[in-house]
């Protein structure tokens, strides 16, 4: 299990957020970011708020310690690693109920303050950059924001694709999902382009393998624009397909078999295979692994 309660006997009287800094020996930012996430309680499992005067004889914080499962990086320096993730893994925890993510990985590999500089979706295989420290952390969270780097995916989508197309439409969220994950082209969304260009065509299958280059990063950009040119990734169980079938996926009650057939695949076929980015003047240039199976 990625959280842990850990238990601190407590100095009674003293608040809350000065006993975790000065006795449990946390920061101040984890400090308050414990609080505020509600991963603080009193022996009777009371969430404990900012500001508290401790009772009791101890406490116990949610915190989180990641676990293995033998995956490894590909590529490290004292600042960063690269991790090849695999499809169906969840890069973050979304509650402490997750029983692991690739953030397990991470901090079991190179302790708490390592942490992602970006995200992959679930589904998606491939590359994922992480920091080992908060000074890292900082320059490349900034990268991805100001987009400093050039991303590449290979995909293999629906139908025979001959010419690059470039696609530029703006997205948003589709207000007609009933979980709030799924995007959609839209007039009044938020500007997205994406580059898509054609490598091999399957004849028998009727299906192309394309390498995509997003030159925004909104929420599945190249599913929703691939989908919107009417070649949609093969195995995408929320685009391309009847919304009741996206329904049941997201709502985690969707029958594999039932996907594969409705999908073609029995996973999203999309890998993050390419990452290049400058960073104390030497320019990465990094290649996954990983193949789509």
């Given at each position: 299990?990625?959280?842990?309660?850990?238990?601190?006997?407590?100095?009674?009287?003293?608040?809350?957020?000065?006993?975790?800094?000065?006795?449990?020996?946390?920061s101040l930012s984890?400090?308050?970011?414990?609080?505020?996430?509600?991963?603080?309680?009193?022996e009777?499992?009371?969430?404990?708020?900012?500001?508290?005067?401790?009772k009791?004889?101890?406490i116990?914080?949610?915190?989180?310690?990641?676990?293995?499962?033998?995956?490894?990086?590909?590529?490290?320096?004292?600042?960063?690693?690269?991790?090849d993730?695999?499809?169906?893994?969840?890069?973050?925890?979304?509650?402490r109920?997750?029983?692991?993510?690739?953030?397990?990985?991470?901090?079991?590999?190179?302790?708490?303050?390592?942490?992602?500089?970006?995200r992959i979706?679930?589904?998606?295989?491939?590359?994922?950059?992480?920091?080992?420290?908060?000074?890292s952390?900082?320059?490349?969270?900034?990268?991805?924001?100001?987009?400093?780097?050039?991303?590449?995916?290979?995909?293999?989508?629906?139908?025979?694709?001959?010419?690059?197309?470039?696609?530029?439409?703006?997205?948003?969220?589709?207000?007609?999902?009933?979980?709030?994950?799924?995007?959609?082209?839209?007039?009044?969304?938020?500007?997205?382009?994406?580059?898509?260009v054609p490598?091999?065509?399957?004849?028998?299958?009727?299906?192309?393998?394309?390498?995509?280059?997003?030159?925004?990063?909104?929420?599945?950009?190249?599913?929703?624009?691939?989908?919107?040119?009417?070649?949609?990734?093969?195995?995408?169980?929320?685009?391309?397909?009847?919304?009741?079938?996206?329904?049941?996926?997201?709502?985690?009650?969707?029958?594999?078999?039932?996907?594969?057939?409705?999908?073609?695949?029995?996973?999203?076929?999309?890998?993050?295979n390419?990452?290049?980015?400058?960073?104390?003047?030497l320019?990465?240039?990094?290649?996954?692994?990983?193949?789509?199976?």
């Amino acid at each position: 299990m990625p959280f842990v309660l850990k238990k601190f006997p407590v100095i009674q009287g003293k608040k809350i957020q000065q006993f975790l800094i000065d006795d449990a020996k946390l920061s101040l930012s984890d400090a308050q970011r414990y609080i505020a996430k509600a991963r603080v309680f009193d022996e009777n499992g009371k969430r404990l708020q900012n500001g508290e005067k401790l009772k009791g004889k101890f406490i116990q914080v949610a915190m989180f310690e990641g676990i293995t499962k033998g995956l490894k990086p590909i590529f490290q320096t004292s600042d960063f690693a690269f991790f090849d993730k695999p499809s169906g893994v969840m890069v973050h925890p979304t509650s402490r109920n997750t029983i692991y993510s690739l953030l397990d990985e991470i901090r079991y590999h190179f302790g708490e303050n390592a942490n992602l500089a970006h995200r992959i979706d679930q589904e998606t295989s491939g590359l994922v950059l992480v920091t080992k420290h908060k000074y890292s952390d900082m320059i490349l969270k900034n990268m991805f924001e100001t987009k400093q780097y050039r991303k590449k995916y290979i995909a293999i989508v629906d139908g025979k694709l001959d010419k690059t197309i470039e696609i530029n439409k703006p997205i948003k969220k589709d207000g007609n999902s009933i979980i709030g994950v799924k995007m959609c082209v839209a007039d009044d969304g938020k500007e997205s382009f994406t580059t898509i260009v054609p490598l091999t065509y399957d004849i028998v299958k009727n299906q192309t393998l394309v390498e995509a280059i997003p030159l925004t990063g909104r929420q599945h950009q190249i599913r929703v624009h691939l989908n919107y040119i009417n070649h949609t990734i093969i195995g995408d169980p929320i685009y391309g397909v009847s919304e009741q079938i996206a329904d049941q996926y997201l709502l985690k009650k969707l029958d594999q078999k039932i996907r594969e057939k409705e999908t073609k695949a029995k996973r999203l076929m999309l890998h993050s295979n390419y990452l290049e980015f400058f960073y104390n003047n030497l320019n990465y240039k990094i290649y996954s692994k990983l193949k789509m199976v």
